[in-house]
């Protein structure tokens, strides 16, 4: 376990009521500065396993593939800030990395989660955490303050080989003064909510910048497994009455997803 920031701390009812409002929160101490080299460590184990032909932005469910991603997506500091969103019963489902190598010229476009996730009711809280420093130089996550109150945006497809995601919001429908980069610390984190809109541009640093989203719903939610067959659920806190999705086993080991959507089962022989 990666040592654990001294201001760890609960969220208070002011950045509560201010997640409701805004859809987001940043700069919530997890992991102290110490663990800097640990986090960095993380990554490149986990990203060294991967076959060089295999775009790590375009896997996802780490949680169900690797014992060491799941272990950092139990920290109880990232699961007491959730709990105080989600209430005491939630699970998760989704784990990836954002990775934006020096110069690689990767784009994430605006977008809202919740348009393209089909989850209902739509509460997923994602936690972003810093591997690395993230600022504006090194294109730091950004967020429409507020979007998450202003319905559905219209998204077009859009196949550009740079963007990360072919879902896309156009600026015009963005009013620019409500803009905010999240920008941590390596060790901290940012909490968003599933409609509020988000994107990042592409970094022209010479610094690496990537982050490790765990996607969080509480149990009531419930996947419409003919658009996501591989959707699966591992209980993070408290008890699930409703069981209305598929679960997931705990990884026994080290496995890699190759891409986005994968059933826990076909990790197994790897472990
Ligand atoms: O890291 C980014 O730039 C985007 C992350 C993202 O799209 C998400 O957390 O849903």
């Known amino acids: 376990m990666f040592k654990i920031s001294n201001k760890v701390r609960r969220l208070t009812s002011e950045e509560k009521e201010r997640y409701l409002k805004d859809g987001y929160l940043t700069g919530l101490p997890v992991f102290d500065d110490e663990a800097k080299d640990n986090l960095n460590d993380l990554f490149v184990s986990l990203s060294s396993q991967l076959s060089n032909d295999i775009d790590i932005n375009q896997t996802n469910m780490w949680h169900k593939a690797s014992l060491k991603f799941y272990n950092l997506c139990r920290t109880p500091a990232i699961l007491d800030y959730v709990e105080d969103l989600l209430g005491p019963n939630f699970f998760q489902w989704g784990g990836q990395f954002f990775l934006k190598e020096p110069k690689d010229g990767s784009v994430v476009p605006w977008h809202q989660d919740a348009q393209y996730w089909p989850l209902s009711p739509a509460k997923s809280v994602t936690v972003w955490l810093a591997l690395y420093d993230t600022d504006e130089e090194n294109a730091a996550m950004k967020v429409v303050k507020g979007s998450h109150k202003q319905g559905m945006f219209k998204h077009h497809i859009n196949k550009a080989s740079n963007l990360v995601l072919d879902q896309e919001v156009s600026n015009d429908q963005i009013n620019q003064d409500d803009i905010v980069s999240l920008n941590l610390k390596a060790g901290e984190i940012s909490l968003h909510d599933d409609g509020l809109l988000h994107g990042s541009e592409a970094n022209y640093s010479n610094r690496r910048r990537c982050g490790i989203t765990m ?21 993070a806190r408290g008890v699930d009455e409703f069981k209305h999705n598929p679960t997931a086993e705990i990884p026994k080991g080290e496995a890699t997803p190759i891409k986005k959507f994968q059933y826990s089962r076909e990790f197994v022989n790897q472990w």
Not at 215 to 235: G, M
């Open 215 to 235: 996607r969080f719903a509480p149990v009531n939610v419930k996947a419409d497994l003919s658009i996501w067959p591989h959707f699966e659920t591992q209980l």
